[in-house]
């Protein structure tokens, strides 16, 4: 029973990192990889005060939903 229960342990263990491995190779990963990146970046650099926010720049929304800058 035991050999048994490490046997499919091994098998699920095997098949979880190439599923992960598979997942971290697409450009859908890898675009949102890099935008989580920038975003965190920029907000740590806001909360750090280390760069101003100029509202000129921000971007709001207005009453039909869109973003506009």
Do not use: W
Not at 31 to 53: F, N, W
């Amino acid at each position: 029973m035991k050999y048994r229960d490490a046997f499919f342990a091994t098998i699920a263990l095997a098949m979880t990192s190439a599923a992960l491995a598979g997942v971290v190779y697409t450009d859908a990963y890898s675009h949102t990889a890099k935008a989580e990146v920038s975003g965190v970046r920029a907000l740590t650099q806001v909360a750090s005060g280390d760069q101003c926010c100029d509202p000129a720049n921000m971007l709001s929304s207005n009453d039909t939903g869109t973003v506009q800058q």
